[in-house]
T-cell receptor, first 113, second 112 residues
Framework: EAQVTQNPRYLITVTGKKLTVTCSQN?????MSWYRQDPGLGLRQIYY???????DKGDVPEGYKVSRKEKRNFPLILESPSPNQTSLYFC????????????FGPGTRLTVT | GQQLNQSPQSMFIQEGEDVSMNCTSS?????WLWYKQDPGEGPVLLIA?????ELTSNGRLTAQFGITRKDSFLNISASIPSDVGIYFC????????????FGKGMKLTVNP
């Protein structure tokens, strides 16, 4: 089944403890992206990647890192999480090198205390 | 960051009614997309529009790419209870950065 998977789906952590949220897609998509969703703010793009080893900042990149060492995986790294990073995070992928027709994962709900 | 202005923010309708929502921007977009998000799930793509003036249907859904390239609308005809959810418009930023910009969403409630 063609899909975008994220792990973990739920995570509660403490301020400053490094964490990684994994994202994987099995559709051979070039483009991958991370978003956070907050009440009243909608979906905001954190980082995106048009291809392996090519990443760029979205609208809210501060406090996040990403890497794209292989096509199918695009992990999101929070080196030192803070409570304002408590949010619902979505990974998405898209065929081609542009952001057309993005397909979203099921989401990761992160709480930082 | 740039965001799209989506209206209305919420709607309560009776089953069988039609519903219309739109999205506007002060900037031109080359692609407009409409997504639906069910509770506890990621957004799912409903319709993609690539050309100014384009009108596209997907079952009971119809969407149009505004002729000025600064707006788009989505219509749902003969609503059913499973239409409940949050509907997002999104525009592909034309500056060559391949960024996708989202509206804040429209929450639809359908009363049976």
């Amino acid at each position: 089944e063609a899909q975008v998977t994220q792990n973990p789906r739920y995570l509660i952590t403490v301020t400053g403890k490094k964490l990684t949220v994994t994202c994987s897609q099995n559709m051979n998509h070039e483009y991958m992206s991370w978003y956070r969703q907050d009440p009243g703010l909608g979906l905001r793009q954190i980082y995106y990647s048009m291809n392996v080893e090519v990443t760029d900042k979205g609208d809210v990149p501060e406090g996040y890192k990403v890497s794209r060492k292989e096509k199918r995986n695009f992990p999101l790294i929070l080196e030192s999480p803070s409570p304002n990073q408590t949010s619902l995070y979505f990974c998405a992928s898209s065929p081609g090198t542009s952001g057309y027709e993005q397909y979203f994962g099921p989401g990761t709900r992160l709480t930082v205390t | 960051g740039q965001q799209l202005n989506q209206s209305p923010q919420s709607m309560f309708i009776q089953e069988g009614e039609d519903v219309s929502m739109n999205c506007t921007s002060s900037s031109i977009f080359n692609t407009w997309l409409w997504y639906k998000q069910d509770p506890g799930e990621g957004p799912v793509l409903l319709i993609a529009l690539y050309k100014a003036g384009e009108l596209t249907s997907n079952g009971r859904l119809t969407a149009q790419f505004g002729i000025t390239r600064k707006d788009s609308f989505l219509n749902i005809s003969a609503s059913i209870p499973s239409d409940v959810g949050i509907y997002f418009c999104a525009g592909l930023w034309p500056g060559g950065s391949e960024k996708l910009v989202f509206g804040k969403g429209m929450k639809l409630t359908v009363n049976p």
